[in-house]
C-alpha cells in the first residue's frame, strides 16, 4: 500500500543573487515500511527535498506538486492543522548536526520535556520519554545527564529519540552518520535497521551510498534539484543507468578494486539554469539531445532522466 506519494515537486529559495531552483519536479513513492535513500553531493536538494516533506523550508517556498502522505495531500493543510496532526507526530525529522545543538546548561531530560510542550503533548511524559530512551538502547541514567557528559554516538541517539518521541510513522534523517567515527557510524546504522524492522518507514539523507546499501529499499538520485533516477536498491546498485549514478558508484573506494573514479567538474549554478539536462557538462556522453531537458524513462523498478534511454527501455 503506497504510504508516501511525491508528485512533481518544486522548492525554490529566493535570494539576493536571483531564485534558486533548489528542488525540480521531483516524484517519488514509499510503500508502508519501506525506506528510501537519498544520495547526491551536497547542493543537491536532498535536505531540501527533506524539509519540504515536514513543511519547513526557511527563506523558500514549495512552488507546486503534491504530497500524499497516508492518503491525505498535507499542501493543501493549513499551517495550524499540519502542525497538529503531523509534524513530530506522523512525521518527523533527524536534522543534520542535530546533535551539536543540544542546550548544554539543561538535562537531557529538561530538553525531552521542551520537545513535548513545544507539541501540546498531553499523555504521560514519563512514559514517553522512557520509551524513546529505551528504543534507541539507551539507560535511563542518561536523563539525568548534560550534552557535554555524553558522547557524539550517545547524543546523535539523544537527537534519534527526540525525533521519536511523538511515535511518528515516518523518519527523515539528514546525515545522521556525518561526522562521527566508523563504529559509531555502525551503531546508529544498526539503530535505524532496527526501527526499520519495528516498522517504521525512513528516508535517509546521506552522500555515502555505502550507507544506504545497508538501509534502503529504493533509493532516489538527487543531481541540481533534480532525482535523475529511481529506483529499488538492487536496481540501482547492480544496474545504474544514468551516468551522473554511474560516476556515483564509481567513486567508492573498494577493498579489492582498483582506485575510485572522480566525477570531473561541478554542477551548474541553480539560479535561473539553462533547460536541458543539468549535468551535460560533466557528462561522458552527452550529445546534441541533450540540450533539451530529458523526460523520465519507465525502468523496471522507477525511472531515469537521460535521454539515453529514449526508446532503448
Ligand atoms: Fe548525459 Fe545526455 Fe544523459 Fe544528460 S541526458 S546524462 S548529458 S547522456
Redesign the pocket.
Known sequence: MTFLQVENLITRYQTSRGLVHALDDVSFSLEKGDSIGIAGESACGKSTLGLSLIRMIQGGKIVSGKIIFDGESILDLTESEFDKKYRWKKTSMIFQGAMNTLDPVYSIKQQFVEVLNQHNFEGDYERVILDAVHSVNLDENVLQKYPHELSGGMKQRIIIAMALLLKPKFVIADEPTTALDVLIQAQIVNLLKKLKKDGMSIMLITHDLGVLSELADKIGIMYAGKM?EYGTSHDIYKNPK???TQGLLESIPTLHGGKPKFIKGNPPDLVNPKQ?????D??????E??KQD?PKFKTDSGYV?????DDKV
Do not use: S, T
Not at 276 to 280: D, L, N, P, V, Y
Open positions: 535523475i544514468h551516468p551522473y536541458g539536462c543539468r549535468f551535460i560533466r557528462c561522458p556522453e552527452a550529445m539531445k541533450c530529458p532522466m537521460c535521454w539515453l534511454y
